[in-house]
């Protein structure tokens, strides 16, 4: 029984609870995937993650499962709708859209889909207290319930050459997240993965956050870390893709009650 099927069985059958839809027409998938792909962009936005033209969100398209739906090249999230995203495929050229795509996002995500057949979405970008726990070369410790979702479910890509362009580099990115939800670039950012965006994007908030609460508490003086066992356990109560999307939907909700303009 997989971690998913486990917390199914414990859920209310009497009560309201959303989980995430499944489709018999794959149009009606991919216009799912793309509208929760902008929405992430949007949040991404929102919470200040973009520096330049730095950084991207993927999600597979359900059909063609070797081509991506990415944000374009030089377009601010706050900005991106979903008739702006463009299609890549796996020779990284732009199939449908108008845009073109970032040299980096194909470098990078191509090979993390290609390593990882389960993944829907990848998300990266340059956000602040990642790039700063980046340059410490070194995992998240498990010093609060939360970052407990990634306690022995990140990696470290414990090198840096430069903007990654290359097909190679993107390869030693994918080996060093391996199984894994997330991985630190060292002196570069993170990158999570899900099988739903709403997991990907979720991840990537929380991480970022989990960053944030690390870099303070080192601050501040000697961290109390949770224990192995219980570190553990935590894990297996938050750190599944399942929970991922259920953490992500008030989120989800409100950029899209806000901005509704997204859809189009």
């Not at 956000?127 to 700063?132: F, L, N, P, V």
């Not at 938050?238 to 989120?251: A, M, S, T």
């Amino acid at each position: 029984m997989s971690d998913d099927d486990e917390f199914l069985e414990k859920l209310p059958t009497d009560l309201i609870f959303r989980l995430p839809p499944s489709f018999d027409d794959v149009a009606d998938e991919r216009r799912h995937r793309k509208e929760r792909l902008t929405a992430a962009l949007r949040l991404f936005g929102r919470f200040g993650f973009e520096e330049g033209v730095a950084g991207h969100i993927t999600a597979r398209d359900p059909e063609r499962t070797d081509h991506f739906w990415v944000n374009p090249f030089g377009m601010s999230f706050k900005h991106i709708r979903v008739s702006d995203l463009i299609l890549v495929n796996h020779e990284g050229k732009v199939v449908e859209g108008r845009y073109p795509v970032n040299e980096a996002a194909f470098a990078i995500h191509s090979q993390i889909h290609q390593a990882r057949p389960g993944v829907v979405a990848a998300a990266h970008s340059h956000s602040t207290y990642g790039r700063a726990m980046s340059a410490l070369g070194r995992r998240l410790e498990p010093i609060t319930q939360d970052v407990c979702a990634f306690y022995q479910d990140h990696g470290l890509f414990d090198d840096y050459t430069g903007v990654v362009t290359d097909l190679e580099e993107g390869k030693r990115i994918a080996a060093a997240l391996g199984g894994h939800k997330a991985v630190i670039l060292r002196n570069h950012g993170l990158l999570t993965v899900g099988d739903t965006v709403d997991a990907a994007a979720w991840w990537f908030i929380t991480m970022e956050r989990s960053c944030q609460v690390q870099l303070l508490a080192q601050a501040a003086g000697p961290v109390v870390p949770i224990e192995h066992d219980n570190a553990v356990l935590t894990h297996e109560q938050i750190g599944n893709d399942l929970v991922g999307w259920i953490n992500y939907q008030p989120l989800y909700d409100q950029i899209t009650r806000e901005q509704p303009d997204l859809f189009e």
